[in-house]
């Protein structure tokens, strides 16, 4: 088990043990984490991230020194700071997934996470537009499918991402169809709104996420654009019995 995911899952106990070698330290407070850091071969944002995210450590304040924090209250907002604007450089992807599935079993965290998760995801964002980096846009991808599959998202979340106007992101992740296969909005619901580009619509159809009467209810809608039209009327063409 690596580091980060031994101080992310350790009890209050195993928390004492892995830090306790540093009590020794005589180093000032602002130098004790970057001798744990060295020692632990983990880096700094990991290690942070690990404790912050800790379900048992904010009863285990007095680590906190050990780490060059005065309070958990401080750690926990270099936390907030490096969580939502790194990206992939120090906190990987995988470490992020493990984040994830940790904080969904707690509610006080899973809460924090959904706050947190808005800050990131526009931060993330803004890079792909500057800078169309593919390995980026890949491990986004990963991380947006574990959001909705392992429940970090809430349906205030899914609904905020549908309403955005002219969504190239949300089309991007093929986001609409995680939506409807994570169960959180249904299929019928999402397909019926404007603000759903036809070539998402098209994503739905294509996995065979809604019944052809509901796609013909949508055709008699006089204001649906052109290209949805169109893009309907070929698929009810093409899957004719």
């Given at each position: 088990?690596?580091?980060?995911n ?8 195993e928390?004492l043990?892995?830090f ?9 407070l ?23 995210f ?5 009863r285990?304040?007095?680590?906190c020194p050990?780490l ?7 750690l ?8 939502t ?7 990987t ?8 599935g ?10 924090v996470?959904q ?7 526009i931060?993330?964002e ?8 593919s ?11 574990a959001?909705?599959n392992d429940?970090?998202a ?15 992101f949300?089309?991007?992740?093929n ?9 959180l ?17 098209h ?6 996420l809604?019944?052809?009467d ?7 809608d006089?204001?649906?654009s ?6 309907l009327?070929?698929y009810l ?5």
């Amino acid at each position: 088990m690596s580091k980060f995911n031994l101080i992310l899952h350790a009890k209050e106990e195993e928390l004492l043990q892995i830090f306790h070698e540093f009590g020794k330290l005589k180093a000032p407070l602002e130098q004790r984490l970057d001798i744990v850091a060295r020692e632990m071969q983990t880096r700094k944002a990991q290690i942070i991230c690990a404790v912050g995210f800790n379900s048992n450590a904010s009863r285990m304040p007095e680590i906190c020194p050990l780490l060059g924090f005065e309070s958990f209250e401080e750690l926990v907002k270099q936390r907030n700071d490096i969580f939502t604007t790194d990206i992939y450089k120090y906190v990987t992807l995988e470490n992020v997934l493990t984040i994830f599935g940790t904080v969904r079993e707690h509610p006080e965290n899973l809460q924090v996470m959904q706050y947190l998760l808005k800050r990131r995801l526009i931060n993330i964002e803004r890079q792909i537009e500057a800078t169309v980096n593919s390995l980026i846009i890949e491990k986004y991808k990963a991380e947006m499918r574990a959001v909705y599959n392992d429940g970090i998202a809430d349906i205030e979340f899914a609904e905020e991402r549908l309403n955005t106007q002219d969504s190239g992101f949300r089309a991007l992740l093929n986001e609409v169809c995680i939506i409807i296969e994570s169960k959180l909005i249904p299929a019928g619901d999402i397909f019926f709104r404007d603000t759903i580009l036809p070539q998402e619509k098209h994503k739905i159809l294509s996995k065979g996420l809604m019944p052809r009467d509901l796609i013909q209810t949508r055709l008699e809608d006089e204001n649906i654009s052109q290209e949805e039209k169109q893009i309907l009327y070929d698929y009810l063409r093409q899957t004719r019995i």
